[in-house]
Protein backbone atom coordinates (compact mmCIF):
# COMPACT_ATOMS: atom_id res chain seq x y z
CA UNK A 1 0.00 0.00 0.00
CA UNK A 2 3.17 2.11 -0.71
CA UNK A 3 1.71 4.37 -3.52
CA UNK A 4 -1.19 7.01 -4.03
CA UNK A 5 -4.13 6.79 -1.83
CA UNK A 6 -3.88 4.92 1.64
CA UNK A 7 -6.76 3.69 3.45
CA UNK A 8 -7.65 3.33 6.92
CA UNK A 9 -10.33 0.71 6.47
CA UNK A 10 -8.24 -1.85 4.10
CA UNK A 11 -6.04 -2.07 6.89
CA UNK A 12 -8.98 -2.90 9.23
CA UNK A 13 -9.99 -5.44 6.90
CA UNK A 14 -6.57 -6.77 6.25
CA UNK A 15 -5.89 -6.91 10.54
CA UNK A 16 -9.20 -8.71 10.91
CA UNK A 17 -9.10 -11.15 7.95
CA UNK A 18 -5.16 -12.34 9.55
CA UNK A 19 -6.70 -12.33 13.32
CA UNK A 20 -3.80 -10.26 14.02
CA UNK A 21 -3.44 -7.10 16.00
CA UNK A 22 -4.15 -3.84 13.66
CA UNK A 23 -0.56 -2.48 14.60
CA UNK A 24 0.74 -5.72 14.05
CA UNK A 25 0.09 -5.69 9.96
CA UNK A 26 0.92 -1.68 9.91
CA UNK A 27 4.17 -2.59 10.88
CA UNK A 28 4.79 -5.20 8.54
CA UNK A 29 3.86 -2.99 5.47
CA UNK A 30 5.76 -0.22 7.08
CA UNK A 31 8.73 -2.74 7.19
CA UNK A 32 8.28 -3.87 3.56
CA UNK A 33 7.80 -0.04 2.36
CA UNK A 34 10.66 0.95 3.97
CA UNK A 35 12.71 -1.40 3.16
CA UNK A 36 13.94 -2.16 6.70
CA UNK A 37 13.21 -4.54 9.77
CA UNK A 38 10.50 -4.00 11.99
CA UNK A 39 12.81 -3.58 14.88
CA UNK A 40 14.49 -0.73 13.34
CA UNK A 41 11.22 0.88 13.42
CA UNK A 42 10.26 -0.34 16.73
CA UNK A 43 13.60 1.32 17.71
CA UNK A 44 12.99 4.42 16.18
CA UNK A 45 9.66 4.66 17.77
CA UNK A 46 11.28 4.26 21.51
CA UNK A 47 13.85 7.36 20.43
CA UNK A 48 10.30 8.96 19.81
CA UNK A 49 8.94 7.98 22.82
CA UNK A 50 12.08 9.34 24.84
CA UNK A 51 11.98 12.73 23.43
CA UNK A 52 8.19 12.96 23.83
CA UNK A 53 8.93 12.57 27.72
CA UNK A 54 11.72 14.95 27.34
CA UNK A 55 9.11 17.51 26.20
CA UNK A 56 6.85 17.17 28.42
CA UNK A 57 9.20 17.35 31.45
CA UNK A 58 10.50 20.85 30.12
CA UNK A 59 7.28 21.81 29.46
CA UNK A 60 6.10 21.23 32.97
CA UNK A 61 8.86 23.55 34.46
CA UNK A 62 6.52 26.50 33.09
CA UNK A 63 8.20 27.43 29.90
CA UNK A 64 7.22 30.72 28.56
CA UNK A 65 7.51 31.37 24.21
CA UNK A 66 10.26 33.46 22.81
CA UNK A 67 7.52 36.46 22.07
CA UNK A 68 6.31 36.48 25.59
CA UNK A 69 2.42 35.14 24.56
CA UNK A 70 2.08 32.31 26.53
CA UNK A 71 3.47 30.01 28.58
CA UNK A 72 2.97 28.15 32.12
CA UNK A 73 -0.33 27.28 31.36
CA UNK A 74 0.68 23.37 31.86
CA UNK A 75 2.49 23.75 35.48
CA UNK A 76 -0.26 26.16 37.02
CA UNK A 77 -3.05 23.33 35.93
CA UNK A 78 -0.81 20.74 36.73
CA UNK A 79 -0.09 22.67 40.40
CA UNK A 80 -3.59 23.53 40.75
CA UNK A 81 -4.85 19.50 40.06
CA UNK A 82 -2.07 18.29 42.85
CA UNK A 83 -4.10 20.95 45.54
CA UNK A 84 -5.35 18.88 48.46
CA UNK A 85 -9.23 18.76 47.83
CA UNK A 86 -9.51 19.77 44.59
CA UNK A 87 -12.17 18.34 42.91
CA UNK A 88 -11.45 18.33 39.12
CA UNK A 89 -13.85 17.52 36.29
CA UNK A 90 -11.77 15.15 34.49
CA UNK A 91 -11.59 11.63 35.42
CA UNK A 92 -7.13 11.24 36.18
CA UNK A 93 -6.76 10.20 32.17
CA UNK A 94 -7.90 13.58 30.58
CA UNK A 95 -6.41 15.41 33.75
CA UNK A 96 -2.99 14.14 32.80
CA UNK A 97 -3.63 13.82 29.21
CA UNK A 98 -4.64 17.51 29.47
CA UNK A 99 -1.76 18.97 31.14
CA UNK A 100 1.08 16.97 29.10
CA UNK A 101 -0.67 18.11 25.77
CA UNK A 102 -0.14 21.59 27.10
CA UNK A 103 3.24 21.22 28.36
CA UNK A 104 4.61 19.60 25.44
CA UNK A 105 2.49 22.62 23.25
CA UNK A 106 4.41 25.04 25.46
CA UNK A 107 8.13 23.23 25.10
CA UNK A 108 7.64 23.61 21.54
CA UNK A 109 6.61 27.58 21.57
CA UNK A 110 9.28 27.88 23.78
CA UNK A 111 11.97 26.37 21.52
CA UNK A 112 12.20 23.38 23.19
CA UNK A 113 13.06 19.85 21.20
CA UNK A 114 9.99 17.90 20.50
CA UNK A 115 8.66 15.35 18.16
CA UNK A 116 6.68 16.79 15.23
CA UNK A 117 3.86 13.99 15.28
CA UNK A 118 2.46 15.07 12.80
CA UNK A 119 3.63 18.29 13.19
CA UNK A 120 5.89 20.95 15.60
CA UNK A 121 2.41 22.93 15.66
CA UNK A 122 0.04 19.39 17.02
CA UNK A 123 3.26 17.91 18.90
CA UNK A 124 1.11 17.85 22.28
CA UNK A 125 -1.48 15.61 21.35
CA UNK A 126 -0.08 12.08 21.03
CA UNK A 127 2.51 12.60 24.00
CA UNK A 128 -0.73 13.74 26.31
CA UNK A 129 -2.68 11.01 25.35
CA UNK A 130 0.20 8.29 25.08
CA UNK A 131 1.60 9.34 28.77
CA UNK A 132 -1.48 9.72 30.34
CA UNK A 133 -2.25 6.31 29.73
CA UNK A 134 1.22 5.23 30.56
CA UNK A 135 0.53 6.41 33.82
CA UNK A 136 -2.86 5.33 34.53
CA UNK A 137 -3.17 1.50 32.49
CA UNK A 138 0.34 0.83 34.05
CA UNK A 139 1.72 1.09 30.41
CA UNK A 140 5.32 0.59 29.24
CA UNK A 141 6.87 2.47 26.29
CA UNK A 142 6.97 -0.96 24.90
CA UNK A 143 3.24 -0.51 24.81
CA UNK A 144 3.27 3.01 23.44
CA UNK A 145 4.98 1.98 20.63
CA UNK A 146 2.09 -0.25 19.35
CA UNK A 147 0.08 3.17 20.06
CA UNK A 148 2.37 5.38 18.29
CA UNK A 149 2.31 2.91 15.34
CA UNK A 150 -1.06 2.61 14.66
CA UNK A 151 -0.79 6.56 15.37
CA UNK A 152 1.61 7.08 12.01
CA UNK A 153 -0.49 5.08 9.88
CA UNK A 154 -3.49 6.65 10.59
CA UNK A 155 -1.55 9.91 9.87
CA UNK A 156 -0.02 8.38 6.80
CA UNK A 157 -3.61 7.78 5.67
CA UNK A 158 -5.04 11.16 6.04
CA UNK A 159 -1.84 12.83 3.63
CA UNK A 160 -2.24 10.40 1.53
CA UNK A 161 -6.12 11.32 1.17
CA UNK A 162 -5.50 15.00 2.15
CA UNK A 163 -2.96 16.84 4.08
CA UNK A 164 -1.60 16.83 7.68
CA UNK A 165 -1.05 21.00 7.54
CA UNK A 166 -2.73 23.84 8.62
CA UNK A 167 -1.35 25.83 5.73
CA UNK A 168 -3.19 23.55 3.50
CA UNK A 169 -6.25 22.04 5.62
CA UNK A 170 -6.75 24.66 8.59
CA UNK A 171 -6.60 23.03 11.52
CA UNK A 172 -8.78 20.64 11.39
CA UNK A 173 -5.52 18.97 9.42
CA UNK A 174 -3.37 19.20 11.93
CA UNK A 175 -4.92 19.21 15.47
CA UNK A 176 -7.97 17.14 13.85
CA UNK A 177 -5.06 14.74 12.41
CA UNK A 178 -3.45 14.61 15.87
CA UNK A 179 -6.50 13.61 17.95
CA UNK A 180 -7.71 10.93 15.13
CA UNK A 181 -4.29 9.65 15.66
CA UNK A 182 -4.46 10.27 19.21
CA UNK A 183 -7.75 8.65 19.36
CA UNK A 184 -6.75 5.29 17.59
CA UNK A 185 -3.71 4.73 19.67
CA UNK A 186 -5.60 4.99 22.64
CA UNK A 187 -8.55 2.24 21.52
CA UNK A 188 -5.82 -0.23 20.15
CA UNK A 189 -3.76 0.00 23.44
CA UNK A 190 -7.16 -0.64 25.50
CA UNK A 191 -7.58 -3.40 24.07
CA UNK A 192 -9.98 -2.03 21.11
CA UNK A 193 -10.88 -3.77 17.99
CA UNK A 194 -9.35 -2.83 14.60
CA UNK A 195 -13.11 -2.04 13.68
CA UNK A 196 -12.97 -0.05 16.94
CA UNK A 197 -9.94 2.17 15.48
CA UNK A 198 -12.04 3.07 12.81
CA UNK A 199 -14.50 4.34 14.89
CA UNK A 200 -12.68 6.67 16.87
CA UNK A 201 -10.62 8.05 14.05
CA UNK A 202 -13.92 8.89 12.52
CA UNK A 203 -15.27 10.32 15.46
CA UNK A 204 -12.52 12.71 15.97
CA UNK A 205 -12.69 14.08 12.61
CA UNK A 206 -16.24 14.10 12.80
CA UNK A 207 -15.75 16.86 15.39
CA UNK A 208 -13.08 18.95 14.42
CA UNK A 209 -14.51 19.30 10.89
CA UNK A 210 -13.76 23.01 9.74
CA UNK A 211 -11.71 23.63 12.75
CA UNK A 212 -9.88 27.11 10.86
CA UNK A 213 -5.96 27.53 11.34
CA UNK A 214 -5.72 30.87 12.44
CA UNK A 215 -3.04 31.61 14.73
CA UNK A 216 -2.47 35.27 16.37
CA UNK A 217 0.46 37.31 14.62
CA UNK A 218 1.46 34.03 12.85
CA UNK A 219 3.03 32.36 15.58
CA UNK A 220 2.27 28.90 17.01
CA UNK A 221 0.90 29.95 20.26
CA UNK A 222 -2.35 31.29 20.45
CA UNK A 223 -4.67 29.33 19.98
CA UNK A 224 -2.73 26.36 18.99
CA UNK A 225 -1.17 25.78 22.76
CA UNK A 226 -4.79 25.33 24.17
CA UNK A 227 -6.10 23.91 20.61
CA UNK A 228 -3.63 20.77 21.26
CA UNK A 229 -5.36 20.12 24.96
CA UNK A 230 -8.67 19.99 23.32
CA UNK A 231 -7.32 17.79 20.59
CA UNK A 232 -6.35 15.84 23.50
CA UNK A 233 -9.93 15.54 24.78
CA UNK A 234 -11.05 14.74 21.70
CA UNK A 235 -9.35 11.94 21.53
CA UNK A 236 -10.27 10.28 24.87
CA UNK A 237 -14.13 11.10 24.11
CA UNK A 238 -13.71 9.55 20.64
CA UNK A 239 -12.06 6.20 22.50
CA UNK A 240 -14.09 6.18 24.91
CA UNK A 241 -17.58 6.28 22.75
CA UNK A 242 -15.85 3.81 20.42
CA UNK A 243 -14.84 1.17 23.21
CA UNK A 244 -18.32 1.24 24.48
CA UNK A 245 -19.10 -0.56 20.78
CA UNK A 246 -20.72 3.21 19.84
CA UNK A 247 -20.22 3.19 15.89
CA UNK A 248 -19.74 6.22 13.62
CA UNK A 249 -22.36 6.46 11.23
CA UNK A 250 -19.88 7.57 8.60
CA UNK A 251 -16.27 5.52 8.00
CA UNK A 252 -13.37 7.16 8.66
CA UNK A 253 -11.80 7.50 5.17
CA UNK A 254 -15.01 8.83 4.32
CA UNK A 255 -14.89 11.28 7.02
CA UNK A 256 -11.09 12.24 5.93
CA UNK A 257 -12.00 12.73 2.62
CA UNK A 258 -15.32 15.05 3.80
CA UNK A 259 -12.10 17.04 5.57
CA UNK A 260 -10.74 17.23 2.29
CA UNK A 261 -13.71 18.61 1.09
CA UNK A 262 -13.63 21.54 3.82
CA UNK A 263 -10.26 22.40 4.13
CA UNK A 264 -9.83 22.76 0.00
CA UNK A 265 -12.93 25.23 0.24
CA UNK A 266 -11.33 27.00 3.25
CA UNK A 267 -10.78 30.64 2.58
CA UNK A 268 -6.92 31.56 1.98
CA UNK A 269 -7.41 33.39 5.26
CA UNK A 270 -8.63 30.75 7.64
CA UNK A 271 -5.34 28.36 6.54
CA UNK A 272 -2.19 29.86 8.85
CA UNK A 273 -1.87 33.18 7.16
CA UNK A 274 -3.04 34.99 9.84
CA UNK A 275 -5.23 37.19 8.05
CA UNK A 276 -9.01 35.76 9.63
CA UNK A 277 -10.55 34.10 12.57
CA UNK A 278 -8.78 34.87 15.81
CA UNK A 279 -5.52 35.89 14.66
CA UNK A 280 -8.12 38.99 13.20
CA UNK A 281 -9.53 39.87 16.22
CA UNK A 282 -9.03 43.82 18.13
CA UNK A 283 -7.01 41.86 20.72
CA UNK A 284 -4.87 39.80 18.38
CA UNK A 285 -4.06 42.36 15.86
CA UNK A 286 -3.41 45.31 18.61
CA UNK A 287 -0.83 42.60 20.07
CA UNK A 288 0.89 42.08 16.85
CA UNK A 289 0.96 45.55 16.12
CA UNK A 290 2.92 45.92 19.54
CA UNK A 291 4.64 42.60 18.45
CA UNK A 292 5.89 43.62 14.77
CA UNK A 293 6.53 47.13 15.93
CA UNK A 294 9.69 46.37 18.42
CA UNK B 1 5.25 9.78 3.34
CA UNK B 2 6.69 7.35 5.43
CA UNK B 3 5.85 6.39 9.25
CA UNK B 4 8.98 8.29 10.26
CA UNK B 5 7.92 11.58 8.51
CA UNK B 6 4.48 11.39 10.70
CA UNK B 7 6.07 10.15 13.63
CA UNK B 8 8.78 13.00 13.73
CA UNK B 9 11.08 14.53 13.41
CA UNK B 10 12.86 15.28 16.41
CA UNK B 11 13.18 19.08 15.76
CA UNK B 12 13.34 22.30 17.90
CA UNK B 13 9.91 23.96 17.80
CA UNK B 14 8.20 26.10 17.34
CA UNK B 15 7.31 25.54 13.69
CA UNK B 16 8.10 23.65 10.84
CA UNK B 17 8.54 25.62 8.35
CA UNK B 18 9.83 28.71 10.42
CA UNK B 19 12.17 26.88 12.70
CA UNK B 20 13.23 23.24 11.04
CA UNK B 21 12.76 24.50 7.48
CA UNK B 22 14.93 27.58 7.92
CA UNK B 23 17.70 25.34 9.71
CA UNK B 24 17.55 23.34 6.64
CA UNK B 25 17.88 26.46 4.44
CA UNK B 26 20.80 27.24 6.13
CA UNK B 27 22.78 24.02 5.47
CA UNK B 28 21.86 24.12 1.81
CA UNK B 29 23.00 27.57 1.24
CA UNK B 30 26.58 26.57 3.18
CA UNK B 31 26.44 23.58 0.88
CA UNK B 32 25.93 25.14 -2.26
CA UNK B 33 28.89 28.10 -0.96
CA UNK B 34 31.02 24.79 -0.42
CA UNK B 35 32.88 25.64 2.87
CA UNK B 36 32.01 27.64 6.22
CA UNK B 37 31.04 30.65 6.00
CA UNK B 38 32.46 33.27 7.69
CA UNK B 39 30.15 36.10 7.29
CA UNK B 40 26.72 36.18 6.36
CA UNK B 41 24.03 38.93 5.15
CA UNK B 42 20.63 37.02 5.84
CA UNK B 43 17.41 38.98 4.13
CA UNK B 44 14.18 37.98 4.87
CA UNK B 45 11.12 38.27 2.70
CA UNK B 46 7.06 38.40 4.20
CA UNK B 47 6.15 36.13 7.12
CA UNK B 48 9.99 35.16 7.62
CA UNK B 49 10.45 38.88 8.00
CA UNK B 50 7.45 39.16 9.56
CA UNK B 51 7.74 36.37 12.41
CA UNK B 52 11.07 35.65 12.47
CA UNK B 53 12.10 36.65 16.21
CA UNK B 54 8.70 34.88 17.31
CA UNK B 55 10.11 31.88 15.61
CA UNK B 56 13.32 31.93 16.27
CA UNK B 57 13.84 31.86 12.37
CA UNK B 58 17.04 33.71 13.02
CA UNK B 59 18.35 31.58 15.38
CA UNK B 60 17.50 28.53 13.05
CA UNK B 61 19.20 29.96 10.14
CA UNK B 62 22.60 30.54 11.74
CA UNK B 63 22.32 27.10 13.32
CA UNK B 64 21.92 25.48 9.54
CA UNK B 65 24.94 28.13 8.42
CA UNK B 66 26.73 26.19 11.83
CA UNK B 67 26.15 22.67 10.29
CA UNK B 68 23.78 22.10 12.94
CA UNK B 69 20.56 19.69 12.15
CA UNK B 70 16.95 21.04 13.02
CA UNK B 71 17.17 18.75 16.42
CA UNK B 72 20.11 20.40 17.77
CA UNK B 73 19.53 21.87 21.63
CA UNK B 74 21.64 24.54 21.31
CA UNK B 75 19.21 26.17 18.39
CA UNK B 76 17.68 29.05 21.05
CA UNK B 77 21.58 30.63 21.43
CA UNK B 78 22.71 29.86 18.14
CA UNK B 79 23.55 33.72 17.82
CA UNK B 80 25.82 33.32 21.10
CA UNK B 81 27.82 30.36 19.43
CA UNK B 82 27.75 31.85 16.27
CA UNK B 83 29.60 35.11 17.53
CA UNK B 84 31.93 32.20 19.43
CA UNK B 85 32.69 31.20 16.36
CA UNK B 86 33.49 34.02 14.34
CA UNK B 87 30.56 34.05 11.96
CA UNK B 88 29.63 37.77 11.24
CA UNK B 89 26.05 37.61 10.43
CA UNK B 90 23.49 40.45 9.71
CA UNK B 91 19.79 40.36 9.68
CA UNK B 92 17.61 42.68 7.51
CA UNK B 93 14.21 42.61 5.76
CA UNK B 94 13.64 42.29 2.51
CA UNK B 95 10.41 42.51 -0.38
CA UNK B 96 11.17 40.26 -2.72
CA UNK B 97 7.36 40.67 -4.40
CA UNK B 98 4.10 39.28 -4.30
CA UNK B 99 4.86 36.33 -5.83
CA UNK B 100 7.56 35.11 -3.79
CA UNK B 101 6.61 32.65 -1.52
CA UNK B 102 6.11 34.06 2.15
CA UNK B 103 8.94 31.70 3.67
CA UNK B 104 11.38 33.05 1.72
CA UNK B 105 15.24 34.14 2.57
CA UNK B 106 18.10 35.45 0.51
CA UNK B 107 21.66 34.64 2.05
CA UNK B 108 24.78 36.97 0.68
CA UNK B 109 27.73 34.48 2.32
CA UNK B 110 31.50 34.56 2.25
CA UNK B 111 33.59 31.61 2.92
CA UNK B 112 36.52 31.11 4.58
CA UNK B 113 39.17 30.41 1.79
CA UNK B 114 36.73 33.97 0.30
CA UNK B 115 34.45 32.09 -1.84
CA UNK B 116 30.83 34.05 -2.11
CA UNK B 117 27.56 33.24 -3.30
CA UNK B 118 24.14 34.52 -2.93
CA UNK B 119 21.31 31.73 -2.18
CA UNK B 120 17.33 32.78 -2.14
CA UNK B 121 15.41 29.55 -0.82
CA UNK B 122 11.34 29.38 0.52
CA UNK B 123 10.49 27.03 3.26
CA UNK B 124 7.49 25.21 1.90
CA UNK B 125 6.20 23.51 4.65
CA UNK B 126 6.43 20.36 6.54
CA UNK B 127 10.21 21.23 7.06
CA UNK B 128 11.15 21.42 3.22
CA UNK B 129 12.52 23.86 1.84
CA UNK B 130 13.36 24.96 -2.20
CA UNK B 131 16.54 26.43 -3.09
CA UNK B 132 15.37 29.17 -6.39
CA UNK B 133 18.17 31.15 -6.94
CA UNK B 134 21.56 30.90 -6.99
CA UNK B 135 24.04 33.76 -8.27
CA UNK B 136 20.60 35.45 -10.18
CA UNK B 137 20.46 32.14 -11.67
CA UNK B 138 16.93 30.21 -11.48
CA UNK B 139 17.05 27.01 -9.61
CA UNK B 140 14.94 24.69 -8.08
CA UNK B 141 16.84 22.29 -5.88
CA UNK B 142 15.13 20.68 -2.41
CA UNK B 143 18.62 19.48 -1.11
CA UNK B 144 17.29 15.83 -0.92
CA UNK B 145 19.43 14.33 -3.64
CA UNK B 146 23.38 15.87 -4.46
CA UNK B 147 23.21 18.42 -7.12
CA UNK B 148 25.01 19.79 -10.04
CA UNK B 149 23.90 23.43 -10.56
CA UNK B 150 26.01 23.91 -14.30
CA UNK B 151 26.33 27.43 -15.81
CA UNK B 152 26.40 27.15 -19.76
CA UNK B 153 26.20 28.40 -22.99
CA UNK B 154 23.12 27.55 -24.97
CA UNK B 155 23.96 25.23 -27.60
CA UNK B 156 22.69 22.05 -29.06
CA UNK B 157 24.66 19.12 -27.63
CA UNK B 158 25.76 20.23 -24.28
CA UNK B 159 23.11 18.79 -22.20
CA UNK B 160 23.64 15.36 -23.88
CA UNK B 161 27.97 16.09 -23.23
CA UNK B 162 27.14 16.25 -19.67
CA UNK B 163 24.79 13.80 -19.23
CA UNK B 164 27.09 11.32 -21.41
CA UNK B 165 30.07 12.38 -18.51
CA UNK B 166 27.44 11.85 -15.86
CA UNK B 167 26.79 7.72 -17.13
CA UNK B 168 30.52 7.42 -17.72
CA UNK B 169 31.14 7.79 -13.79
CA UNK B 170 28.13 5.87 -12.99
CA UNK B 171 26.11 8.77 -11.77
CA UNK B 172 21.65 8.72 -12.86
CA UNK B 173 20.07 11.37 -12.72
CA UNK B 174 17.05 11.64 -10.74
CA UNK B 175 15.72 14.82 -11.97
CA UNK B 176 16.92 17.82 -14.23
CA UNK B 177 15.92 21.30 -15.09
CA UNK B 178 17.03 23.68 -17.49
CA UNK B 179 16.65 27.39 -17.24
CA UNK B 180 18.22 30.17 -19.54
CA UNK B 181 18.28 33.88 -20.25
CA UNK B 182 17.25 33.95 -23.68
CA UNK B 183 18.07 31.42 -26.61
CA UNK B 184 21.27 30.84 -27.52
CA UNK B 185 22.24 33.12 -24.03
CA UNK B 186 23.27 32.02 -20.98
CA UNK B 187 21.39 28.72 -19.37
CA UNK B 188 21.89 27.20 -16.22
CA UNK B 189 21.24 22.69 -15.66
CA UNK B 190 20.54 21.87 -12.35
CA UNK B 191 20.62 18.16 -12.16
CA UNK B 192 19.59 16.22 -9.30
CA UNK B 193 21.88 12.83 -8.76
CA UNK B 194 21.06 9.48 -6.94
CA UNK B 195 24.87 9.26 -6.28
CA UNK B 196 27.89 11.53 -5.45
CA UNK B 197 29.40 12.85 -8.38
CA UNK B 198 32.86 12.05 -7.91
CA UNK B 199 35.51 14.89 -8.57
CA UNK B 200 36.58 13.38 -12.10
CA UNK B 201 33.40 13.98 -13.58
CA UNK B 202 33.11 17.44 -12.11
CA UNK B 203 36.40 18.05 -13.95
CA UNK B 204 35.52 16.35 -17.26
CA UNK B 205 32.27 18.35 -16.88
CA UNK B 206 34.33 21.42 -16.57
CA UNK B 207 36.11 20.78 -19.72
CA UNK B 208 33.17 20.44 -21.82
CA UNK B 209 33.24 23.16 -24.47
CA UNK B 210 30.61 26.19 -23.97
CA UNK B 211 30.13 25.21 -20.18
CA UNK B 212 31.16 28.22 -17.43
CA UNK B 213 30.72 27.16 -14.48
CA UNK B 214 30.13 23.92 -12.28
CA UNK B 215 29.02 23.74 -8.93
CA UNK B 216 28.64 20.37 -6.84
CA UNK B 217 26.04 20.72 -4.36
CA UNK B 218 25.51 17.84 -1.96
CA UNK B 219 22.60 17.11 -0.25
CA UNK B 220 21.61 18.42 3.23
CA UNK B 221 20.08 15.87 6.54
Not at chain 1, 50 to 72: A, N
Not at chain 1, 178 to 186: L, N, Q, T
Not at chain 1, 231 to 245: D, P
Amino acid sequence: MANNKLSLEKYIEWAEKEHRALYEVMLEDNAKDMDTAPIAIEAKMQEMLQVMQESIDFGLTGVRSRSGLTGGSAKTLAETMAKPGYKSLLGPVAQDALVYALAVAEANAAMGRIVAAPTAGASGVLPGVLFSLKKHRNLSNIDLQKGLIVAGNIGMVIASRFSLSGAMGGCQAECGSAGAMAAGAAVSLLGGSAEQVGHAVAIVIKNMLGLVCDPVAGLVEVPCIKRNGGSAMQALLAAEMSLAGIKSFIPADEAIDAMKEVGEKMPCAFRETAEGGLANTPTALAWAKKYFSK
Amino acid sequence: MNLLDVIGPVMIGPSSSHTAGAVRLGLLAVSILGESPIKADIALHGSFAQTYRGHGTDMALLAGLMGWMPDDARIPEADIYAEQKGLQYKFSTINLGELTHPNTVRFHLEGVTGKTCVVTGSSIGGGQVCVTEIDDFPVELNGNLPGVLIVHQDRPGVIALVSGKLSEYKVNIAGMRVFRTNKGGTATMIIECDQMVPEEALKAIREIKNVESVRFINKVL
